[in-house]
């Protein structure tokens, strides 16, 4: 799942005639090898081919709030477009400030993944890595823009990186909920009745594999024209999925790891090894919501506040990053951290060092392939949010080309990253935000941010890193990412006029998704009434269960319905035009003057 930044490029200090930088002319992209050798020679033996013009103090220099702007005198940097000259030190900053960005988004979901099926350390690690890697190898394809045939690419030619859906998280959830509920998954009931989930591999290869066969439906999707796509999923559905992924995902497990963890621990249990949190084994085990896991927690979270209120452009691209760092070092001094995962996790690692047993989960099927059609509808809002921020076109066929090529590419992602032992993937936002602060659009820092996630992944001890981050401070800092998710979804709700229609699709919507939020098990037992159904139709019943369970599903399909079915208002139908409104008391003598028929707002 994306989070769309809100453009900052007005924080910047004003301009005072920057030099701009030198546009690849097409007889220099067409220059032979001795040219391109040349090229190269002078560029990484000449100041200006490691510096360029770039303002490096200004993109390092601390923010002070209460300044007036007006007083700004600092050159504001140059504006680096695509396939513009771009200066190495340059490239090699920006690409690291994208990778800062995106990797709190991406460590996230692995760690969730492998705390709700209790694996071991290793195998935990290894997904974080692995995760790592897959979004540096695909978020290649996407920036890459092949052509294929006709007017049809691969890939959408601008710094689009992606990263493990949220939406895949939120449904998986659900689908582990139901693997346990099921048996395909071990648990334990202990004798005051506590259930303790077993650790389950098998759970996250019947995930991957029914991913992998659910992918080919946005690759289907992808050669469908943009303006259908866009009427059959307007802002209104949109807008409603990303409220409610974000808002669920707050709830499973943002605030549950802040307590203490999202595991069973949060259920106070008297007995066993979840007793205390994260278990009693921890170097500092406490009971869930006490006071010394919400400070933590709390510490992250005022830390990404204070870096956004007073840190340099470079601190705000990473500000997430800096929670986590302040936490950990607190924590660590503290002693909530366990060094274990550190200890045990390899030196250096890669894809398919550790293999799950791909099966397909049937029940699993419906709620995959809404999430690909959700993965869909963000891709196409992120790459607009892209193309903008890069000053490219929005509209046009060539714009269109790179939401086929997005798509595509996304559907492609998708297929792959399950043989990557990686779940759906799809693009990222955060990184629309890096590229509005640094105004550098150049694809060749996304490579270089490519390129850094893959090293960060192959570093198999960063994962051990991550792995050991306490649950407070992980979640002080995912509920910060994950409401960013629900604030993205309130913005693109605003695209809409908010007509009484509008008001009625969304309010059917979430009532099923609201609902679902505040009383989790209401459809759980839908079909409990049924006598012994086969296993073709109890595999269908779970798969309703499951896609009524999960909010942004639930809401989702509710909101796509009604906006297909019910009729558009016209402007004059409208009942929130408000024509004109007189206080007939204080004019006493406007009945006379002005129309009886007035229209008051409801």
């Excluded at 513009?84 to 994208?98: R, T, V, Y």
């Excluded at 943009?226 to 409220?243: A, D, E, Q, S, Y």
């Excluded at 510490?299 to 209120?309: A, D, G, H, N, Y």
Aim: hydrophobic residues 45%.
């Amino acid at each position: 799942m994306s989070v769309h930044s809100e453009s900052v490029t007005n924080d910047q200090p004003h301009k005072i005639s920057p030099p701009s930088p030198t546009q690849a002319a097409p007889h220099e992209r067409t220059r032979d090898v001795g040219g391109r050798l040349r090229h190269i020679q002078q560029k990484v033996t000449t100041r200006h081919g490691w510096l360029g013009d770039y303002n490096y103090a200004w993109l390092c220099m601390p923010t002070v709030p209460w300044s007036r702007k007006g007083k700004r005198t600092k050159t504001a940097p140059p504006f680096y477009a695509l396939d513009s000259e771009l200066p190495i030190l340059l490239a090699a900053a920006s690409g690291l400030q994208h990778a800062l960005a995106m990797l709190a988004g991406l460590i996230t979901p692995p760690i969730i993944f492998a705390s709700a099926l209790n694996l071991d350390s290793a195998t935990s690690a290894y997904m974080i890595s692995s995760s790592l890697i897959g979004c540096g190898i695909l978020s290649l394809v996407q920036m890459s823009r092949l052509r294929l045939f006709r007017n049809y690419h691969l890939g959408t030619g601008l710094i689009s990186v992606v990263g493990t859906s949220f939406a895949t998280l939120s449904t998986a959830n659900a689908i582990f909920n139901a693997m346990y509920a099921d048996g395909t998954c071990p648990s334990t009931v202990a004798e005051d009745g506590t259930v303790t989930r077993g650790p389950c591999p098998d759970a996250y290869g019947m995930v991957l594999g029914t991913s992998l066969i659910c992918a080919f439906l946005e690759i289907f999707m992808s050669f469908i024209p943009p303006r259908v796509l866009k009427k059959v999923f307007p802002p209104m559905v949109t807008g409603t999925v990303i409220v409610m992924i974000g808002a669920s995902l707050i709830g499973d497990s943002g605030i549950p790891n802040w307590g203490g963890g999202s595991n069973d621990c949060k259920g106070r249990p008297t007995s066993g090894i979840f007793q205390l949190c994260p278990t009693i084994f921890a170097p500092r085990p406490l009971p869930f919501g006490s006071p010394e896991f919400i400070g933590l927690g709390f510490l992250s979270f005022v830390s990404i506040i204070l870096t956004e209120m007073f840190g340099s452009p470079f601190l705000k691209n990473i500000s997430v990053i800096v929670g986590l760092a302040v936490g950990c070092i607190v924590a660590g001094a503290a002693g909530y951290i366990d060094g274990s995962s550190i200890q045990t996790a390899p030196a250096i690692t890669f894809l398919w060092v550790h293999t799950f047993k791909i099966r397909v989960y049937p029940p699993a099927i419906l709620p995959m392939l809404a999430v690909y059609i959700s993965l869909a509808m963000e891709a196409i809002g992120d790459i607009t949010a892209s193309a903008e921020v890069s000053r490219v076109a929005v509209i046009g066929e060539e714009f269109d080309s790179r939401i086929q090529g997005g798509v595509l590419s996304d559907g492609i992602g998708g297929f792959l990253s399950a043989l990557f032992t990686v779940t759906p993937l799809s693009i990222f936002a955060q990184n629309n935000g890096v590229i509005a602060i640094t105004r550098c659009a150049n694809r060749t820092a996304g490579r270089f941010c490519c390129g850094f996630l893959i090293l960060f992944g192959v570093l198999g001890k960063i994962s051990g890193v991550f792995l050991a981050i306490p649950n407070p401070v992980l979640g002080g800092v995912t509920t910060f990412l994950f409401a960013s998710v629900a604030t993205s979804g309130i913005r693109v709700l605003a695209y809409n006029r908010f007509t009484r229609r509008d008001r009625f699709v969304l309010a059917a919507a979430m009532s099923f998704g609201i609902g679902d939020l505040l009383v989790p098990d209401i459809f759980t037992h839908l079909f409990e009434g049924v006598d012994h159904p086969n296993k073709g139709l109890q595999g269908l019943f779970d798969s309703i269960s499951i896609v009524l369970s999960t909010p942004f599903l639930a809401a989702g399909l509710v909101a796509l319905i009604l906006n297909l079915i019910l009729p558009q208002e016209d402007a004059d139908d409208d009942d929130d035009v408000v024509e004109e409104v007189v206080d007939v008391e204080a004019q006493p003598h406007s009945k006379e003057e002005k129309s009886p028929s007035l229209t008051m707002n409801a």
